[in-house]
Structure formats: C-alpha cells, structure tokens
C-alpha cells in the first residue's frame, strides 16, 4: 500500500511539472505572471475597438530631475503582445503577434526608444549595458519585473547616441546584443 502511495504521489508530481513546463511561456514577460497593481494601465493603451487590451503591466518608471515621469508598460490584447514607452507628452511602442511573443527567435529584450531608450529583459538577463556611439558603457538599471528606462540626457533624445545594447547573465556571459535606434 505504501508502495502504491509512493508511485502516485511521483506520478502527481512528474505530471505536476510536465504541464507547468507545458504552461510556461519563455517568449512572455515575467510581469504578466504577477498581480495587477495601481498604476498597471496607461492612459492610452495599443489596443483597438476590435482587440482590447486584456493585461496591462507598468514594468518601469523614470522620473527626471524636474520630476517629469515616463513609463514602460508591456500590455496583452487577444491577437498581440505589445511594449509601450509613455511620457506625459508622447508614447511610442511596438506589438508582435502573440504566437511570436515579444522575445521572438531566442532574443533576450524587447527594446523601444525616444527621448529615451527602454526595453524588457527575459529572466535570465541580469545586466544591460547601453554602448554608445563613441564606445563608452552605461549600466540600465533593471527593474524587478526585469525591465529598464535610460535617459541618455541629449536635447534630441537617444537615437543616433547608442551603437548597442548588451545583455548579459548572471556570469557576466553576453547573451544578447541589439543594435541601437
């Protein structure tokens, strides 16, 4: 009887870990896992009269020496999977079909950029370094749900500033490079 106790509870455990294994999608950000929080939904979202958003996740926030505040949101509607940067004067961002989610390929961040360049990193990213143009490192501060906002201080914003974006596990590896805006 005891054996037969033994063998079940294995069984419930290995199916246990199969179906969370089946259930566990690396292409979608850690974010959407967690519980909804104030602040979770932006103002304007990218969804459309026929595909609301479903989820929405503010996954960073940077507030600039004159206390302007811009955020990052990743959001879900039914058909697409989407990273937002939004300020108090403009929003930009991107959406992939939800079958492709937003690490497609292997890739390791989602990236957009403006004013400032922001992005969401899959879990096993633990530092982002921003490379600019004449070859000097700065460090992205990660936030918990994996994700960053770097202001690169220009009067005309980040594009053109940044040459790469690295990402690098936790033995210092690089795992990912992006090409910068």
């Known amino acids: 009887m005891a054996r037969l106790a033994a063998s079940l509870l294995v069984l419930v455990v290995t199916a246990s870990i199969l179906v969370t ?13 967690r519980a909804e929080r ?19 996740r503010r996954v960073a926030q940077y ?16 058909q697409r999977v989407c990273i937002m940067l939004v300020s108090r004067s403009a929003a930009g961002g991107g959406c992939n079909p939800l079958r492709v989610g937003l690490f497609p390929r292997g890739t390791k961040l989602a990236i957009t950029s403006g004013k400032h360049i922001a992005g969401i990193a899959t879990d096993d990213v633990k530092r ?16 918990p749900d994996n994700a960053f906002i770097y202001d690169c201080k220009a009067w005309n914003g980040c594009p053109g500033l940044v040459a790469t974006i690295n990402a690098y596990d936790g033995h210092g590896k690089l795992i990912d490079r992006v090409a910068g805006p």
């Open 38 to 56: 104030t602040g979770d939904w932006p103002a304007h979202g990218p969804g459309s009269p026929g595909d609301p958003v479903q989820v929405s």
């Open 63 to 78: 507030v600039d020496g004159r206390g302007r505040s811009t955020e990052l949101f990743v959001a879900k509607t039914r």
């Open 128 to 143: 982002v370094v921003l490379i600019g143009i004449r070859g000097r490192r700065h460090a992205a501060r990660l936030s």
């Open 21 to 33: 294994a089946a259930l566990a999608n690396p292409t979608e950000p850690r974010a959407f896992s």
